[in-house]
Structures are given as structure tokens and as C-alpha cells.
């Protein structure tokens, strides 16, 4: 397994040097702290929309990492970074094969240290993602902060805001199958629990949110990695 790993690597390496000088200044570049699987595609790449919040390493931030769990994948992988849009990391990330990761026009995403998707995750930003510390995401997961394209709402014909933030604090686990909406703030410490759909904030930390749409349903919680 080992062998094959590495040798998966040495047929990324291209996709990996590429992505690494297109998109960060030359000083954090040739220290790759990106690795990009051979099988991502690329959308938009543009320089100077990355930010790296901590000292990288080589490899640090991993997209399309492989996974062998018996997860069928819906797609091979997707990485988009539009122009006027910054994209952050505060540390380690990894992000499993299958991630559909991208930002339009002046959007904003956040990732804190420590952070790990397994296959098939969506996050996706028009506006402001903000992720925390230690964060933990199962399989076919989409976090997306907007209503998508360029559709109009109207509740009692009044336009509805079609963007809006959404903030996962630090120590979040969201379990395989759920969807994070826009305008959504999940707190410290929360578990949301198989198949949620969360519409609402929330403030009550240590919980477990479950349901679509979630609501709290355990509290006085713990989880650990």
C-alpha cells in the first residue's frame, strides 16, 4: 500500500507543481504545500487568492487523497478559485477524493487546522465559508452558502437573500450524508448526526443537532478524533 501510494504521488507530481506555482507566491511554491491527486481537474486558478495562515510543509493541504473504505466516488475531483475570491488556511488539511471545492467572484472560505472530509464533499461559496479548528466531515457532504446560480426567492413578494455566511465552529463533526445550508452557524463542540439537513443556527454547544431540517435533539455532549 505504501508503494502505491508513493507511486500515485510521483504521477501527480505535475499537476501538483502546477497548482502550487499558479496560485502562491514563489517563496511558499517551491516548499509544495499543496499536493493535487493526478485526477483533480482544475476551473479558475488565479495568483495571489491563497493565503496561508501558518508555516507549510510539504504536502500539508492534500486534495483528492485516496481512501480505501468501500465508498463508491461520484466524481474524481474538482478545484475552482475565481477571481477577486480568497481562500485561507490555517493548517494541516486534507480533503479525500471526489471534494468538488470552489469559490466565484469575490467569495470568501476559511479553513481551520486539522481539518479532514472524507470522499465526495462539496464546499462550495458565492459568499463567506468559515470553518473552524478541528473539524472532522464524513462522506457526500455539501456545504454550500448560497441558493446556487442565479435564482430568485420571493416569500410574500419580497426578494430573498440568495447568499449568506455560514460558520462551523472549532471541534464540529458532521457525519456522512448531511447538508449545511446557507446562513448557518453550527457551535464548538456539536455532532450532526447521519443525514441532516440544517436549515438554523445554532448556539448550544456539546450537542448533537439531527433531522432535516436539525434540530437539537442530545446535549451536555463530548467527542474526541
Not at 486539522?114 to 470522499?119: H, L, S, V
Not at 445550508?181 to 440544517?198: F, L, W
Amino acid at each position: 500500500m505504501h508503494l502505491r501510494k508513493l507511486f500515485r504521488q510521483l504521477l501527480s507530481l505535475p499537476k501538483t507543481v502546477y497548482f502550487n506555482f499558479k496560485v502562491l507566491e514563489l517563496k511558499y511554491a517551491i516548499k509544495l504545500p499543496f499536493y493535487i491527486d493526478k485526477d483533480i481537474r482544475f476551473g479558475k486558478l488565479y495568483k495571489d487568492i491563497v493565503k496561508l495562515n501558518f508555516e507549510p510543509k510539504r504536502f500539508s493541504i492534500k486534495f483528492g487523497e485516496q481512501v480505501v473504505d468501500g465508498i463508491p466516488e461520484n466524481t474524481k475531483g474538482y478545484v475552482s478559485m475565481s477571481k477577486d475570491s480568497c481562500i485561507e488556511f490555517d493548517g494541516y488539511a486534507e480533503f479525500a477524493y471526489g471534494i468538488s471545492f470552489y469559490t466565484k467572484e469575490n467569495a470568501y472560505i476559511k479553513i481551520g487546522s486539522d481539518f479532514y472530509c472524507n470522499k465526495n464533499c462539496v464546499i462550495a461559496a458565492r459568499k463567506s465559508i468559515k470553518i473552524g479548528n478541528n473539524v472532522l466531515m464524513g462522506w457526500n457532504i455539501s456545504i454550500i452558502d448560497s441558493d446556487g446560480g442565479n435564482h430568485l426567492v420571493y416569500e410574500n413578494d419580497v426578494l430573498k437573500e440568495n447568499k449568506k455566511d455560514i460558520i462551523l465552529g472549532n471541534h464540529v463533526w458532521i457525519c456522512s450524508c448531511s447538508h449545511i445550508m446557507k446562513g448557518v452557524t453550527i457551535p464548538n463542540d456539536t455532532i450532526v448526526a447521519y443525514n441532516s439537513c440544517v436549515t438554523k443556527s445554532f448556539s448550544d454547544e456539546n450537542s448533537i443537532i439531527a433531522g432535516s431540517p436539525a434540530i437539537i435533539v442530545k446535549r451536555n455532549i463530548k467527542w474526541e478524533r
